[in-house]
């Protein structure tokens, strides 16, 4: 395994829901957690000298974990952050978008990553997609 991670030089994840009638704080408490960002369908962002309006509500949650840690690193310690309840994600789930996204960035070399079966099952359990968006390095 260590020689299919070798190639990965950066990884970084982070849980995301997304919703029209999401409300931050209900998020938080349903999964026992305070997001890294959020904000409310037509909520206004500045950025870049633009005045932009959310399309839709967003309760993000970074992982603390180095970005050159492997990604079942980053993916446990998120789901350690939150809670397990089963009845809680049916909840999340049945009326928002929820999912893992996992950006890896190899550095230049061909690469791989797995997941275990158990944590593929932890996911499974919550109802979890898991997305990927794989940058590759100079060649």
Known sequence: RENLLAAIA???VSLRVFGDRLEPEEVSALLGCEATSSHRKGDKVSAANLSLIEPTG???LESPVDERSDIEDHVEALLAAVTSDGDEW???TSRFSASIL????????DGAFELSP?????LAERGLVIAFEVEAGNR
């Open 10 to 12: 950066r990884v970084r």
């Open 58 to 60: 967003a309760w993000i």
């Open 90 to 92: 049916a909840s999340l």
């Open 102 to 109: 996992c950006r890896i960035a190899f550095d230049g070399r």
């Open 118 to 122: 158990r944590l593929a099952h932890s």
